[in-house]
């Protein structure tokens, strides 16, 4: 068993809300300097980086997962994760005829760069990647499921795209079992804010939209990390086991609320 520290929930300069300094190899170095283990990149509505980090991630100590942060038509954000690019280029191809035909608003969205593995220009996305798709996250669900990723809702607690704002309840029709929280909410003290989540496994990320916020939360204890060795991590199966680091990066790092 190995214990592997983990950020996943990461945007690139893709992400028109993300910074310019979100270019692969300023973000494996940050993740290496951290110590962090396994990376994930989840761009909103778009995997067109992703390549480019697993490439400049080459000869690192840190493995970059494929990802995607869904916005589906409840105006909720889902994190995806996969183990393989073909499974994330699969879940794309599903979701891409779903997403708005909107242009861009650059002045008022921001940028969406696609770079190449230095972090140079290779073109603008020009379509809209904060908009929903026309998917329930439902359909979501099942479809990541069946590629063999996980979907997590992304900061449930959080007003904007969060699920229980928006819902008000964690939906029972699908089998949802990991909610990701928001970095800025105490582990020890969610459930009594939240006792909607009390039955659910809790994860917390940075949602890395600037370096520093890289910060690689998640510490699983598995033979070698995938999807299925995270479940069980989550699960306490098998001998795999998981910790929130929050307080000790919290107390180290100087995070501030």
Known sequence: MKKIRAELHTHTVLSPCASIE?????????????NIDILAITDHNSIANISAVIEAAAGSNVTVIPGIELQTQEEIHSICLFDTLSQV????????????????????????????????????????????????????????????????????????????????????????????????????????????????????????????????????????FSIQEMIKAMRGQDGRTYNNLYQIIKENNNFNE
């Open 22 to 34: 979100m270019i692969p190899p300023l973000i494996i170095a940050e993740a290496e300097a951290k």
């Open 89 to 224: 280029s699969s879940f794309y191809t599903f979701i891409e005829p779903t997403l708005p035909d909107l242009k861009n608003n650059a002045d008022f969205f921001g940028e969406q760069f696609v770079v190449d593995r230095t972090g140079d220009f290779v073109r603008r996305e020009e379509r809209m990647l904060i908009s929903s798709a026309n998917i329930s996250i439902n359909d979501a669900f099942l479809e990541v499921r069946r590629l063999g990723g996980l979907l997590i809702p992304a900061h449930v607690n959080r007003s904007a795209y969060g699920l229980l704002p928006v819902l008000g309840f964690v939906p029972q029709d699908i089998d949802l079992e990991i909610l990701e929280v928001s970095k800025h909410v105490d582990p020890i003290e969610i459930f009594a804010k939240f006792p909607q989540l009390m039955g659910y496994q809790l994860i917390q990320n940075g949602d890395a939209h600037f370096l520093h916020e890289i910060l690689g939360f998640n510490q699983f204890t598995v033979e070698e």
